[in-house]
């Protein structure tokens, strides 16, 4: 509760707690006066303790605002100290005050509990002495057992919410931090596909101008869903793949149409599924230039993925020569791949898996598995193919 600014409902809590207090003090009075043999009507002990306890109430705010204003630190604690001595007295007078204005005292004359102001006689009765008797009786209790622990609730209530404080900033910055660290892979992804891209355009260029001049055009529709994307961490699968298949119709153009062949088995409840933006296109551009590449002959790159026990699973394989291991340790991560796997480790933790192996029957399958986590968006990319494996 954020004691600063919400003075009502501190008003109310003071009044609340304290009645409480009150209504079990009078209780355990009642009980007490019967035990020893003077015992008094329930009704009569209320108003007794209504003038002790109860008149706490509407100071207990006042003490609270003056603990908070003026906070105990090391190496500044004696204006604070003196300011809350102070604030001590003036609490204890404050509180004979109330409470000798409403001490009911038994009137032998009208046999009956009096206060200052009389109900029967309508007249006003200052009672010095019942002042003096409580200034000495209850200065005491008043700043040992009431005064002292609310100061001491109100430091409690402040350092725990400066406690919380410093988690909540605490834990922005981390969040802040790991955007930012998210942000910087993404931003390494961007450039490497296009200079990758680049790259062949310029081959292209001494061969074939046509091709060069077809693949500028695929480039500029692919860069332009880039822009549109790039303030986004996480997108649709759906979205994904429209990206990927705007690279793939580039590397088309290079290979000739009949050098790649693309396939699609994609399970339905899987379009909608949110993965990190530039997730496949580092995967597909490593198959593309590591595996099909290097055959002579058509290649052909397959994309699938499934979920199951609430994890996302897409698989990328290819038909190309597979990888050499290097000391048994597997293949050599490029810029790509290794910021792929970061991103992952970010964005997941451990509840996720990049994993790249060669096959029996010839080629690298790549296996990517994430959180399934699904939000209802606008389908983007359709698969318009009765074929259960569809051909870009």
Partial sequence: MPLRTSRRIVWALSFG?????????????????RSVGTPMRFLQEIPLELSDVFSYAPLTPFVLALALRYPLKKGHWLRPSLVLIGGG???????????????P??????????????????TLGVRWYLFERLAVVDWFNDIAWTYAPIVVIAYAIS???????RELRTSHLEVQLAKAHLQSLKSQLQPHFLFNTMHSISALMLTDVRAADKMMSRLSDLLRLSLEDCPLQMTTLNRELEFVGGYLEIEKVRFDEDRLEVHLDLAADTLDAEVPHLLLQPLVENAVRHGIAKRSSRGEL??????????????????????????????????????TRERLQTLYGDHQSLSIRNLTEG????????PFRVEPRPSIYEIVSEDPEPTI
Avoid: M
Avoid at 18 to 33: E, H, K, N, P, R
Avoid at 89 to 103: D, S
Avoid at 327 to 338: A, W
């Fill in 17 to 33: 707690v304290w009645g409480v207090l009150t209504f079990a003090a009078s209780i355990w009075i009642y009980q007490y006066d």
């Fill in 363 to 370: 080629g690298v399958e790549v296996c990517v598995e994430i």
């Fill in 302 to 339: 397959r994309i699938r993925s499934g979920h199951d026990n609430g994890n996302l699973s897409v698989h990328i394989t290819d038909n190309g020569p597979g990888f050499t291991e290097s000391n048994g340790s597997g293949p050599k991560f490029g810029l790509g791949l290794r910021a």
């Fill in 159 to 165: 350092y725990y919410q400066k406690f919380r404080e």
């Fill in 89 to 103: 007295v003036l609490f204890t007078l404050a509180h004979v005050i109330l409470r000798g204005a409403t001490y």
């Fill in 105 to 122: 005292v038994w009137d032998p004359g009208t046999r009956g509990f009096v206060s200052v102001w009389n109900t029967q006689a309508h």
